[in-house]
């Protein structure tokens, strides 16, 4: 790993963990976000008749040392009977030393707003683990007050985020805030003010437009910020053919055009990959971003 200060280094644990440019995001990023909302907004899980998992692995600035990459694993679905669903998903986010591990449980209640559209409102709670291992870390000042602080730092805090969701089968509307109790992190001596959590907002939505019995189109966005950064918009444009096959591009604003495909096989089992190029002055040290989503449909459980 390249040579940090100590105060650069808690300049990127205060930035660790989202897209890691300018806007200083601390969630972890996704290209596909389309894919698995319920990692954005709880408020998503029980809103389909059948439990999924899904699973979303992104390897961000491919060919830097110690380069982002980011892991989650969620799981959701309806109760059988009643208008609510459940879920769960964990995540890990690491650039070299620097690392947090989330692990999470949503509750959602989704009531009729008429004969098309219903209305979800849900809750996540959970713990995130944020380290930095000393052990990987070395200085160019040696006369740095923690410059022999060759350990691994690690706190451990509760979170919370909440959910609103209007949708139907061919559109949805989202809004979900993150990291409600804005804590403080207890990793270095140094008050520098650069290690809270800070709340972040999204707000998402999309519509499936369909042009005949094979073809659909589906623009999507989703509106990310942290106050008082300025927010972060992604656009996206899906093709599908016959629901089983997809093409698309989506343009991440001051950051990246990404190129979007993916298969799903019996309507159960759906593979995503999308690729990322910036256009920010990063392109120049990295071979662009790679993300991977897997998914699996379970068998109905709600009629």
Do not use: C
Not at 45 to 59: E, I, P
Request: net charge neutral.
């Amino acid at each position: 790993m390249r040579k940090h200060s100590a105060y650069l280094l808690l300049i990127l644990f205060s930035l660790f963990g989202g897209n890691r440019n300018a806007l200083a995001q601390q969630l972890p990023l996704y290209t596909q976000f389309m894919f698995n909302s319920y990692v954005f907004n709880p408020a998503v899980a029980g809103t389909n008749n059948h439990y999924q998992l899904r699973l979303n692995s992104r390897f961000q600035w491919v060919g830097m040392d110690d380069s982002p990459q980011t892991n989650s694993l969620s799981y959701y679905g309806p109760h059988p009977r009643k208008d609510m669903g459940f879920g769960g998903y964990i995540y890990t986010d690491a650039t070299g030393p620097i690392s947090r591990n989330g692990l999470y449980g949503s509750y959602a209640y989704n009531l009729k707003v008429n004969s098309e559209m219903r209305f979800s409102m849900g809750l996540s709670a959970g713990m995130i683990q944020n380290r930095v291992d000393g052990t990987r870390i070395s200085f160019l000042d040696p006369s740095d007050p923690i410059a022999n602080n060759n350990t691994v730092a690690s706190d451990f805090s509760p979170d919370a985020s909440v959910g609103l969701y209007l949708y139907s089968t061919d559109y949805h509307v989202g809004f979900a805030a993150h990291q409600l109790f804005g804590n403080t992190l207890n990793l270095f001596d140094e008050n520098t003010g650069l290690n809270k959590l800070k709340t972040h907002f999204y707000l998402t939505g999309a519509y499936r437009y369909h042009l005949n019995f094979d073809y659909s189109i589906e623009p999507a966005v989703i509106i990310r910020g942290s106050l008082p950064a300025p927010p972060q918009v992604d656009l996206s444009l899906k093709a599908y053919y016959q629901n089983f096959l997809w093409l698309g591009l989506s343009l991440r604003s001051q950051d990246a055009l990404s190129i979007l495909l993916g298969y799903t096989h019996e309507n159960r089992f759906h593979f995503g990959y999308s690729y990322d190029m910036s256009f920010s002055s990063i392109r120049h040290y990295n071979y662009g971003s790679h993300e991977i989503f897997l998914g699996m449909r379970f068998h109905p459980v709600k009629r």
